[in-house]
């Protein structure tokens, strides 16, 4: 497992930070430098639900992933699940706190932590952690010159995802979804008052009547 956290002051409300970061469409203005192909999985960008695909530039390989927003407090914190690496078996969860601080400022702060399913994966992890972990600071540092330092040009929104065959059975179904793992991957036991509920049970099997 690796973890990191990471913090910045940015010049601006919490409320306007906040609604920035939980619109999925408005993240490649602030993470293409290391991510490609970053599209929504579902139609709704913002809040709860959520969700967007993308390939992560690593050097040691160039992993797709999925995230998806599962729990969501205005203006105080975003809960983010994440899935990636071969068939998605491996997790993530990403914690984004937003704090008021004087001058009308916010204080973002991000933690993140990786749970890699095999060794090959954990050795991955490793190698990628230092680089992975500047990677999102410079991601931080974008986001607050968004606020500060608004660019000319309009910024790069993503779009929903059109169905596209090979990359399929890689997602057959969305972030966090897995049920052998319910909710007690990545670090959601430590979670529970804000981690949606379990999801519908399956139905009983229908037994055959005996024969009298």
């Not at 010049?11 to 999925?24: G, I, M």
């Not at 049920?179 to 990545?186: I, K, L, Y």
């Amino acid at each position: 497992m690796a973890a990191f956290t990471l913090a910045k002051t940015i010049c601006a409300a919490p409320e306007r930070v906040y609604d920035f970061v939980a619109d999925l469409a408005a993240w490649p203005a602030v993470v293409d430098h290391f991510v490609d192909d970053f599209r929504l999985a579902r139609a709704n960008p913002v809040g709860r639900g959520a969700a967007a695909r993308f390939r992560v530039r690593s050097p040691y390989g160039k992993p797709y992933a999925e995230l998806d927003i599962y729990a969501a407090e205005r203006p105080r914190e975003l809960l983010l699940r994440v899935r990636y690496g071969r068939v998605g078996r491996n997790r993530a969860a990403i914690a984004l706190s937003f704090m008021a601080e004087e001058a009308g400022c916010t204080r973002l702060e991000l933690q993140a932590e990786t749970y890699p399913m095999r060794l090959a994966d954990r050795l991955r992890d490793a190698l990628c952690a230092r680089w992975l972990k500047r990677r999102v600071a410079e991601a931080l540092e974008r986001l607050r010159m968004v606020f500060e330092e608004p660019p000319s040009k309009p910024l790069l929104r993503a779009s929903i995802a059109g169905f596209e065959p090979e990359k399929g059975p890689r997602f057959g179904a969305h972030a966090g979804s897995d049920p052998r793992c319910g909710r007690r991957w990545a670090g959601e036991r430590s979670r529970d008052a804000v981690a949606t509920g379990p999801g519908p049970s399956a139905p009983a099997e229908r037994q055959a009547p005996v024969a009298g």
